[in-house]
């Protein structure tokens, strides 16, 4: 079953940016969508983007334009470059695959936008 860490998470203010890792065992591509998502503090976790697995990438309305993907495949890696950070962005941030059944979530990265 692949696994999926994450990392890159932080305390950052308003407007500035992060860039988020999420490395998987195996093969990347053997991942046909994989999926961003975050869970902010007593609420439920909800979806940021995904990107399948030739390169096509979806965002949600609250980080289009903010927010955008790409993937060293060497490193099995993608990465979640977020740009102009709100404090609604604060949240733990996970990947997992975005369709079919999900593996196990892994603790996420925390990402904490305040000044």
């Known amino acids: 079953q692949v696994q999926f860490v994450e990392s890159g998470g932080g305390l950052v203010q308003p407007g500035g940016s992060l860039r988020l890792s999420c490395t998987v065992s195996?093969?990347?591509?053997?991942?046909?969508?994989l999926g961003w998502y975050r869970q902010a503090p007593g609420a439920q976790r909800e979806w940021v983007a995904t990107?399948?697995?030739?390169?096509?990438?979806t965002y949600a309305d609250s980080v289009k334009d903010r927010f955008s993907v790409s993937r060293d495949g060497a490193l099995n890696t993608e990465y979640l470059q977020m740009n102009n950070l709100k404090p609604e962005d604060t949240a733990v941030y996970y990947c997992?695959?975005?369709?079919?059944?999900?593996?196990?979530w892994g603790p996420g990265t925390q990402v904490t936008v305040s000044s």
């Open positions: 997992n695959h975005a369709t079919g059944s999900h593996s196990p």
């Open positions: 195996g093969s990347i591509l053997s991942i046909y969508a």
């Open positions: 990107t399948f697995r030739y390169g096509t990438a």
